[in-house]
C-alpha cells in the first residue's frame, strides 16, 4: 500500500501543479473544477 500511495500523492500534486489556481481550489476558495473535491 505504502507504494500505492506514493504513486497517487504524485498524481495529484502533478494534477495540481497543472491546474491554474490549483492553490485557490485546495483552499476551497474556488469550486473543483478539474478534479475531485478535498
Known amino acids: 500500500m505504502g507504494e500505492n500511495a ?6 495529484v500534486v502533478t494534477g495540481r501543479a ?3 489556481g490549483s492553490r ?3 483552499r476551497g476558495r474556488l469550486p473543483a473544477t478539474s ?3 478535498s
Open 6 to 11: 506514493g504513486i497517487v500523492t504524485i498524481e
Open 18 to 20: 497543472e491546474t491554474p
Open 24 to 26: 485557490d481550489t485546495d
Open 35 to 37: 478534479g475531485p473535491p
